[in-house]
């Protein structure tokens, strides 16, 4: 029997609801809470390597020496370059014959999110050589994800900008299951590198010695990067994960500029695969397993053509293989405990060899309590034995290193939390530091930093019926590091070389302060602010009799920061989004002594970028493409800097991308 609509409507009653919220509680993980950039949000902004995104990180110092194949390394709260982990997937990059990281090598075509950690990650469900660094940087790359009905993903994109860059790049995913899928990516950047420039230097006295408009040169780069992934989620708790990493350039070394002089006879070829597995799985209740392996080998060529300077011309191979075991058991609802053994062999060959066996050994727990309170302890001990030809001793040693990290959380109505974290953290020489001739030293000593922390997180979305979805967040950290026998590099003549030293005692306070400011407006329209600043002290305090005793170490700011900016508006089938963003680095000065010959001058810039993105439908109103414009405009005000002294960075210059995804 049927109804009809008459008779629907006489049996049935109608009633008027209030607005009601379902929440729901969730065991929250985060001791440390991350600065985080998703995906969407990096597609928003302007930058074209992880380098780029990653300055709009609060208590980081980028180094920078121009354009776009010059060298780009992180550090953190002033600890250094080489206590600073940066993971791929969750498997550390590795760089045995410096330790310097380029995350200008690293494209951000493939990356689907990059989170920062002071101290280290939250979750001690992590492999031994985590708990080792002072701060670590996660970059993740995509997992595909297929519409219905489809069994593939395909995008093309091509990148054009000033200095002659072009960067074409193109994007696969393949659906080979329910369970599997594969995914290839490729990318290729050249450039030119010519930029125009400024070369302005006052002496002490306030006469102006040089002032020279010239055009950067020898700054090109031709690399191609190509990955594979290969990702099978055969269950709710297991995943295997298979990756091959490829990255091949040749690029010029653009040299300082001193005395109104410069040179160009460097250049550089990189030859950097890896391949990499990961698989995790619950074995049994509440036992899982995470195993991790590496297999990386880096092949780098260096020339020095200057007739002004020796002819130099060295190649070196280095060959890194990783194993890691990671273990976790939830004992109780409340508290779990990992264990964690690592290890690791590195070879590094040119006129002399090295090679280096570390091995890393972990214990942690954590108590989480109702949400309220939540306790992390680690305990990690490090193993080194080296050798080295053309030397009767290599330095070994075993170091134990603690962590103790603390988060309250006074009421579960108010998302208020207080922090603290102390940790020690280990940093041995690398090859570089020990053996080269040109800048190494191997009277150096290992370092050991001490970092302590205390803050405080706050968010509040917004409860007003118009601006559901709206939310405010801050979060606040001071800091005090304590680093002994401080290894300290900076460019010498040559911008592939280093000076080395060790500096006896150094004493680091500082203040992070991060907002977040983001509004749901009516009609489809949205704001988004984010504000970071830090303040940061880092004084060398070795020897009182020392003219620098007590003065701000090399090219640390006492004050720097940014602002972030993102106004939108979207429907079912298109979006636009236009990003406003400052970065500010405050004075500093680029030797020991802080006197006025080697003050270097503030340096901000504006950046802006305009982004469309329309989907294009056929018949019944499927998808078939999604098209993707932006144009960026970086260094808005054409402002004159330099990072590093004597390295000057591009005046104002474009981007222009469109993409078209299937």
């Not at 990702?231 to 995943?239: A, C, E, I, L, R």
């Not at 005793?549 to 090399?554: E, L």
């Given at each position: ?65 121009g354009g776009v194949g010059g060298l780009k390394t992180v550090n ?244 890194e293989a990783y194993l890691t075991m990671a273990n976790k058991v ?238 939108g508006w979207s429907n079912d089938w298109m979006q636009y989004h ?85």
């Amino acid at each position: 029997m049927s109804l009809t609509t008459e008779q629907l409507d006489s049996i049935t009653k109608h009633y008027d609801l209030e607005e009601f919220v379902v929440t729901a509680r969730v065991k929250e993980k985060d001791i440390i809470i991350p600065q985080t950039l998703s995906g969407v949000q990096l597609k928003k902004m302007n930058a074209l390597s992880v380098a780029d995104a990653i300055r709009y990180f609060s208590g980081v110092q980028i180094k920078d020496y121009g354009g776009v194949g010059g060298l780009k390394t992180v550090n953190i709260r002033s600890m250094g370059t080489n206590h600073m982990g940066v993971y791929y997937n969750g498997v550390q990059l590795g760089n045995a014959q410096n330790g310097q990281i380029d995350l200008g090598k690293y494209s951000l075509e493939n990356i689907e999110e990059i989170q920062l950690y002071n101290g280290q990650k939250s979750d001690i469900w992590q492999s031994a050589r985590e708990f080792g660094a002072a701060g670590s940087i996660y970059l993740t790359t995509r997992r595909p994800r297929f519409e219905e009905g489809k069994s593939f993903n395909i995008k093309g994109q091509m990148r054009a900008g000033s200095f002659d860059l072009i960067n074409p790049s193109i994007l696969l995913d393949v659906k080979l299951s329910e369970t599997m899928s594969l995914t290839t990516n490729a990318e290729l950047v050249s450039s030119s590198g010519k930029y125009p420039f400024r070369y302005r230097r006052v002496t002490p006295s306030g006469e102006v010695a040089y002032d020279t408009t010239a055009i950067r040169q020898n700054g090109d780069i031709n690399a191609i990067r190509v990955e594979a992934a290969l990702n099978h989620y055969y269950s709710n708790t297991g995943f295997w994960k298979l990756q091959l990493y490829h990255y091949n350039s040749e690029r010029g070394v653009p040299g300082a500029i001193v005395n109104n002089v410069w040179r160009n006879g460097e250049r550089l070829w990189d030859r950097n695969s890896f391949v990499q597995a990961t698989w995790q799985d619950e074995i049994f209740n509440r036992w899982s397993v995470r195993v991790n392996a590496k297999y990386a080998n880096d092949y780098t060529r260096y020339i020095n053509n200057d007739d002004k300077l020796i002819h130099v011309e060295n190649q070196y191979l280095q060959q890194e293989a990783y194993l890691t075991m990671a273990n976790k058991v939830n004992i109780f609802d409340w508290w779990d405990v990992s264990v964690a053994y690592d290890m690791q062999y590195n070879a590094l060959s040119m006129y002399m060899d090295a090679h280096r066996f570390t091995h890393w050994l972990s214990v942690a727990t954590a108590i989480n309590i109702k949400n309220y309170l939540r306790v992390q302890a680690s305990a990690l001990g490090t193993f080194v034995n080296e050798e080295a030809r053309d030397r009767d001793e290599a330095p070994n040693t075993a170091k134990f290193t603690p962590a103790f990290f603390l988060s309250y959380r006074p009421s579960q109505v108010v998302d208020l939390r207080f922090n603290a974290f102390y940790k020690q953290s280990y940093r041995y020489p690398t090859f570089n530091d020990l053996y080269y001739t040109d800048m190494g030293n191997a009277y150096l000593k290992p370092e050991l930093a001490k970092q302590h922390n205390v803050g405080l997180s706050f968010a509040q979305p917004f409860r007003v019926a118009n601006l559901r979805g709206s939310e405010f967040r801050i979060n606040a950290d001071y800091y005090y590091n304590r680093i002994s026998d401080k290894i300290i590099a900076y460019p010498k003549g040559q911008q592939f070389r280093w000076t080395m030293l060790n500096l006896g005692l150094v004493k680091i306070n500082g203040i992070d302060v991060n907002t977040h400011l983001h509004f749901a407006l009516p009609r489809n329209f949205y704001l988004t602010a984010k504000v970071q600043y830090t303040y940061q002290t880092a004084i060398d305090v070795t020897d009182p009799a020392d003219n620098y005793y007590g003065h701000q170490i090399p090219y640390i700011p006492w004050h720097s920061g940014s602002a972030v900016g993102m106004f939108g508006w979207s429907n079912d089938w298109m979006q636009y989004h236009l990003n406003y963003s400052f970065i500010y680095v405050g004075e500093r000065y680029n030797q020991q002594e802080n006197i006025l010959y080697n003050y270097t001058q503030p340096w901000y810039t504006h950046d802006l970028s305009l982004v469309g993105e329309w989907d294009i439908h056929k018949a019944k109103g499927k998808r078939l493409f999604t098209l993707r414009a932006a144009l960026d405009v970086n260094n808005l005000l054409s402002q004159d800097y330099d990072v590093i002294l004597n390295y000057p960075m591009p005046k104002r210059n474009y981007k222009c991308t469109i993409s078209i995804t299937y």
